[in-house]
């Protein structure tokens, strides 16, 4: 009867951070708010997605129904969207306490060829219900209150931290409902898979092509690590988080930010691995610690199980000596 009492017992996203919140005696209630209608918009890509809509509808409708289902949440005061030059400032009557920024659609140049895709979201809490200014949103990843991504693959899959662990959530698309599927996911301590794509190797700087040469030649005479690279972040990461390794996407002389971005990829991304077990890394400090000067800031990342993010830390740290 496990089973059945498992099947039963139907631990929806809605009533998962329902019962986390409830330990909060303060709150009223509002994150639970805004996590349904952000559920509510990856529930609308879901299909999109599953439909074959084209990638540039797919683009531009995804970033729209999340606009209009955060607005209308009444619970959002600032939106910062990958799609978006300009950062959102909700209109005063549907005003509320949390700054969400988001990638509607992160990877979707994969879309027409069924490559898994998804959403990537973080979440800011201002502290009082000032004139919402970007100082809101420009504040270092470790401030976020919660993180997660829903990615759209053979199934759709939405991995959240509310900063107290990781916990993944499957669409049952009979109920409509996000069900808890992965329960406390922690990635393991060190992995044997790493991921970055190689076609930059000319350009990287020495820890890091130190790092790869490692990977393939091992110099303690370990196994050689598997390359696992699929060139859409939430994909990439997703795999990580479960299976363990590093996902990387490195600076290089073409482009000394790396190529992803601060605030709706490197932090929620950093925030979901270390509320797991594991670390980000940008090269020259704790991704959650960087502070954005601008909403769409790039910055290089070295992200995954703890055991291999100190290596990659270690060869920094002896370049740094070197210099
Ligand atoms: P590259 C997709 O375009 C994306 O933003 C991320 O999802 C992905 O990790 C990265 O870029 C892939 O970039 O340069 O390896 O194709």
Known sequence: HAADAH??????????????????????????????????????????????????????????????????????????????EDAIIVEPSKRGRYCVVFDPLDGSSNIDCGVSIGTI??????????????????QPGKQMVAAGYCMYGSSCTLVLSTGKGVNGFTLDPSLGEFILTHPDIRIPKKGKIYSVNEGNAKNWDGPTAKYVENCKFPKDGSPSKSLRYIGSMVADVHRTILYGGTFMYPADKKSPSGKLRVLYEVFPMSFLMENAGGQAFTGKQRALDLVPTKIHDRSPIFLGSYDDIEEIKALYAAEGKEE
């Open 7 to 84: 099947r039963t017992d139907l631990m929806t996203i809605t009533r998962f951070v329902l019962n986390e919140q409830s330990k909060y005696p303060e709150s009223r209630g509002d994150f639970t708010i805004l996590l349904n209608h952000i559920v509510l918009g990856c529930k609308f890509v879901c299909s999109s997605v599953n439909k074959g809509e084209e990638q540039k509808k797919l683009d531009v409708l995804s970033n729209e129904v999340f606009i209009k289902a955060l607005v209308s949440s009444g619970r959002t005061c600032i939106l910062v969207s990958e799609e978006d």
């Open 121 to 138: 979201f973080g979440i800011y809490m201002v502290k009082d219900d000032h004139e919402p200014t970007l100082a809101d949103v420009l």
